[in-house]
């Protein structure tokens, strides 16, 4: 398996920047200017790409108000599935308006798709690649159908075991898939932070020898960076032009600035992670005299001897390194020397460098 994964032309992998995914979702509250404003604010905050999600209600599930269909335990208790999916979903006439926006603001366009006509539907727009979302990790039927179309994925490992991960990828790899990254995930809407558990995603790189990043339901803007700093190559996060716009996904979701303050945490932390170097480097030089050196601290005279009482290890830097102190006292000046003066080798009577 490859560590590095190309989209549009552009390698996503390790040492390379995150590229950085706005998920649209249901955010758009069926509005499609609301929707375009958001794939404008994608793009005014920072983001690589904006990501779809292909489905419709009937796809999804049925239209059923037995128990079974009521939701339990999350932001959407109390709902129907039916009736969340039909709130939710992306009209599929959208898609193409919007990757003609997407387009004209230089942003990747994708989508997840949650059944094989919406994968179908996905390659007649000629999408450059796929997300596979948490939930459909154990859909084997719809893994084989993305690997079929030979294009990168995308798939999130909310909630799956180390073993349904392998497994997941084993069938993506068997039926003929060629480039995949892992996203770690926590499934829950929102996430607390505590579960989180960050640390997986350099296993995950070592584990499979694949790109992984990071899908992120928490409020807290700064774990992208965080993840950044543990390897991470791809940052998925909600997006919403506000948390007031009632919405199924807008709780979770980030407002404008504080995506760009995600983003731009993201960037200042790949510059600071850098590379493996030390001594003296970029701006680190105006520094250097800051550090300490040998200067005569007395008027000394011509064959006058050394002390510790003239010659001292003081700032700045311009004399020669402390560790010469010990072999200069005790010897003699060359020269008469001035109070201040920081110490060469050339005024010490007998010593070499």
Known sequence: MSAVMEIQNRKIGPGRPAYIVAEVSGNHG???????????????????AVKLQTYTPDTMTIDCQN??????????????????????HTPWEWHPRLQEVARGLGLDFFSTPFDESAVEFLESLHVPAYKIASFEIVDWPLIRRIARTGKPTILSTGMATLEEIREAVRVFREAGGRSIALLKCTSAYPAPPEEMNLRGIPYLAETFGVPVGLS????AATLPAIAVSLGASIIEKHLTLSRSIPGPDSVFSLEPPEF??????????????????????????KSRTFRRSLFVVEDIRAGETFTAGNVRAIRP?????????????????????????????EMVRGIEG
Do not use: C
């Not at 069926?30 to 690589?48: M, N, T, W, Y």
């Not at 102190?325 to 920081?342: C, D, F, H, M, V």
């Open 317 to 345: 830097a311009y004399g020669l390194h402390p560790g010469f102190l010990e072999k200069i006292l005790g010897r003699q000046a060359t020269s008469n020397i001035s109070r201040g003066t920081p110490l060469i080798l």
């Open 67 to 88: 128990s079974y269909f009521q939701i339990q335990d999350t932001i959407w208790e109390g709902r129907n599935l039916y009736d969340l999916y039909r709130e939710a």
């Open 260 to 285: 760009r303050a995600m983003v731009e945490a993201v960037r200042t932390t790949e510059k600071a992670l850098g590379r493996v170097e030390f001594g003296v480097g970029g701006q680190e030089s």
């Open 216 to 219: 992120d339901h928490t409020m």
């Open 30 to 48: 069926q509005d499609f200017d609301q929707a375009v404003r958001i794939l404008q604010a994608a793009k005014e905050a920072g983001a690589d």
